[in-house]
């Protein structure tokens, strides 16, 4: 059974800085792509990062590039996301999803984590 | 402002078939698959349809997806009261700003 769970949310002031995780199990994860996807308070869902299944390639919003960094270490199973410079509207729910594919930019998100809280408030 | 267009609510009674529209543009929807998501109350997305028009297992053959130019739809028959939900659609975008794009997501109310 493929799991998937991620961790690491909480509440920070703007411009500090959280790192989440994202642990897989039940699949050989280097095979697999992943992607990090948030949701707001009341709103869709929003595309943040995604990385291929070797960590070779990694892919960004507009919204947070140069301020947060995906990565991955194929050895545990675990997936990050770097969050630097944080600002208000970054605050949302982040949910951790693998892609069925080893390419970010192809196949879906068949398997998500149950999603880690941020907060940025003052 | 999302890349993919859906209504933002649509309703129907039990037992009825809905729809649900998702538009896009050449470099989403007419040149990708489309994916649609259910999202539960309180609960991650779940995947519901992929590939346009795919089910993965588990998942009831009242739903089906189908696409036809720069345009997607989700058809709910047999409507049931737990199909209450939000749904998404989401395609790759092939442009030059490469990423992953998601429709504002559909409410459905059963009645």
């Known amino acids: 059974e493929v799991q998937v769970l991620d961790s690491g949310g909480g509440l920070v002031q703007p411009g500090e800085s959280l790192r989440l995780s994202c642990t897989v199990s039940g699949v050989t994860f280097s095979h697999y792509a992943m992607v990090w996807v948030r949701q707001a308070p009341g709103k869709g869902l929003e595309w943040v990062s995604g990385i291929n299944g070797s960590g070779g390639s990694k892919y960004y919003a507009a919204s947070v590039k140069g301020r947060f960094t995906i990565s991955r270490q194929n050895s545990m199973n675990i997936m990050h996301l770097q969050m630097n410079d944080l600002r208000a509207d970054d605050s949302a729910i982040y949910y951790c999803?693998?892609?069925?594919?080893?390419?970010?930019?192809?196949?879906?998100?068949?398997?998500w984590g149950q999603g880690a809280l941020v907060t940025v408030s003052s | 402002q999302s890349v993919l267009t859906q209504p933002p609510s649509v309703s129907g009674t039990p037992g009825q078939r809905v729809t649900i529209s998702c538009s896009g543009s050449?470099?989403?929807?007419?040149?990708?698959?489309v994916n649609w998501y259910q999202q539960l109350p309180g609960t991650a997305p779940r995947l519901l349809i992929y590939g346009s028009n795919q089910r993965p297992s588990g998942v009831p053959e009242r739903f089906s997806g189908s696409k036809s130019g720069t345009s997607a739809s989700l058809a709910i028959s047999a409507l049931q009261s737990e199909d209450e939900s939000v749904y998404f659609c989401s395609s790759w975008d092939d442009s030059p700003n490469a990423r992953w794009v998601f429709g504002g997501g559909t409410k459905l109310t059963v009645l």
């Open positions: 050449d470099s989403t929807i007419g040149r990708n698959p």
């Open positions: 999803a693998k892609v069925s594919d080893f390419y970010y930019g192809s196949g879906r998100f068949d398997y």
